[in-house]
């Protein structure tokens, strides 16, 4: 059953444009493979991990994650860091990423101007989309990453890239996420906010849609 906060009646009410979409844990169920390599790490320099953890790292900049890991074990990581972590994640994302329930229902039918906006670099995204057979219902361009940008969510930035470049008014780009950063950075951008939520994150947060599905976000976006 949806789940929608009071405050979203006015949100909704506003026109929808454009769709942007997070890409980790909204179109691919790549989150667990990244949360799986980041553990391996910790594992390895010796530090903790608890368990709040996925909540903090899923969506967060990678950099900080490991800032984080440095912390906790009181010693440098590797300098190539962020290679061994990308050529491990690499390794799964090929060995079985599967999209998330929906994606390519909701993509393949969806009529408004869209676009995808992450933290992840662009050739994570068009390594998970091509391996999912996603990537040909995203138009040429339309993949917008943070490392671009220079900030990383929850900054609003990459969002704004992508509504520019679509040429739509963020007050009418609805934005699809899954994690806090996401979701708190698309709020900072003025835009139309809904969150997959199955596990009660975002309930109560002001001007959030919450939704368990991507078929419930077609719901809303008028796709049958």
């Known amino acids: 059953m949806t789940k929608t906060n009071t405050t979203d009646v006015g949100r909704k009410s506003r026109q929808i444009d454009a769709v942007v979409f997070d890409h980790d844990g909204t179109l691919v169920d790549s989150e667990t493979i990244t949360l799986m390599v980041v553990a391996g790490i910790a594992a390895e320099a010796g530090a903790e991990i608890y368990p709040e953890d996925p909540d903090r790292f899923v969506g967060a900049d990678l950099h900080v994650v490991f800032e984080e890991i440095e912390r906790r074990s009181g010693s440098p990581l590797p300098d190539d860091i962020m ?3 990308r050529e491990r994640q690499t390794a799964m994302i090929l060995d079985g990423l599967q999209e998330v329930p929906g994606a390519t229902e909701l993509l393949s039918s969806l009529s408004l101007p869209l676009a995808v906006a992450s933290n992840a670099p662009v050739a994570k995204m068009e390594l998970c989309l091509g391996a999912t057979d996603l990537l ?13 940008v220079g900030a990383w969510k929850p900054d609003p930035a990459v969002f704004l890239a992508a509504a520019e470049a679509l040429g739509v008014e963020p007050a009418h780009c609805a934005v699809v996420e899954d994690s806090r950063p996401g979701v708190e950075g698309a709020r900072a951008a003025g835009m139309q906010v809904f969150a997959l939520d199955p596990g009660d994150r975002f309930s109560g947060i002001d001007g959030v849609t919450c939704v368990t599905g991507l078929a419930e976000v077609g719901n809303y976006l008028g796709v049958s």
């Open 83 to 85: 290679d061994i972590f």
């Open 136 to 148: 040909q219902y995203i138009p040429d361009g339309h993949l917008f990453s943070a490392y671009d």
